[in-house]
């Protein structure tokens, strides 16, 4: 079946410097859709991107992630960490039917 | 605004007896889902339903039962709980057959079994 992989439980990085959160997974299906949600604490689970085109990056309030179908990853990026982004990020796969399958998440700790 | 509203937000529930977690969407999505987040594990799915009358079981299903009475309500019953089921449930909604709709979750309920 369907896996998602979040290596890192937890990420502390220092306020400014780049985040990087790994993300890779397995499917049979071709056309599967990757997402990454956020989870404030305290808060809903939210949507912050997602992709399904090969090689093409997607954007959305200063975070990116590129889908790489050929190494099955998709990584999430941010040039400059703030201290408003510490949350757990979950890393989701769905292959259709609205079905997703999430990763076990990594909790982000931004410190100043 | 999308919105997904569960009850109670927070239960504490003594072993073997029952409990039911509520969700009411007012999205008019088909597709409602529950969810368990527990720490080393993510969120995995127990539950989901395609519209009202339908259950179908998720990864997780042992222990849980689910209703979904109307398009709006979808409820987890836990008919003989136990300390393994304590957890933060979320129920979610979203859009029928589409692989890249977003899901939409409520705050969740934090159960505790004792």
């Known amino acids: 079946g369907d896996s998602v992989t979040q290596t890192e439980g937890l990420v502390t990085l220092t306020e400014g410097l780049p985040v990087m959160l790994n993300c890779t997974y397995q499917?049979?299906?071709?056309?599967?859709?990757l997402f990454w949600y956020v989870h404030y604490l305290n808060e809903s689970p939210w949507l912050l991107l997602r992709?399904?085109?090969?090689?093409k990056r997607t954007e959305h309030q200063g975070f990116h992630a590129t889908l790489h179908k050929s190494s099955s990853s998709f990584h999430l990026q941010k040039s400059s960490a703030q201290l408003s982004d510490s949350a757990l990020y979950y890393c989701?796969?769905?292959?259709?039917?609205?079905?997703?399958?999430f990763g076990k998440g990594t909790v982000l700790l931004v410190s100043p | 605004e999308a919105a997904v509203t569960q009850s109670p937000r927070n239960k504490v529930a003594v072993t073997g007896g029952k409990v039911t977690l509520s969700c009411n969407q007012t999205?008019?999505?088909?597709?409602m889902y529950w969810y368990r987040q527990d720490t080393g594990h993510g969120l995995r799915l127990i539950h989901y339903?395609?519209?009202?009358?339908?259950?179908e079981k998720g990864d997780i299903p042992d222990g849980y039962k689910a209703s979904r009475p109307s398009q709006e309500n979808f409820s987890l019953i836990l008919e003989l709980a136990t300390p393994s089921q304590t957890s933060v449930y979320f129920c979610?909604?979203?859009?029928?057959?589409?692989?890249?709709?977003?899901?939409?979750f409520g705050k969740g309920t934090r159960l505790t079994v004792v």
């Open positions: 999205n008019n999505h088909n597709n």
């Open positions: 989701a796969l769905s292959e259709g039917y609205n079905k997703l399958t």
């Open positions: 979610a909604s979203g859009e029928t057959g589409l692989a890249n709709t977003e899901v939409f």
């Open positions: 499917t049979i299906y071709s056309n599967a859709f």
């Open positions: 339903s395609y519209g009202a009358g339908s259950t």
């Open positions: 992709s399904s085109t090969d090689n």
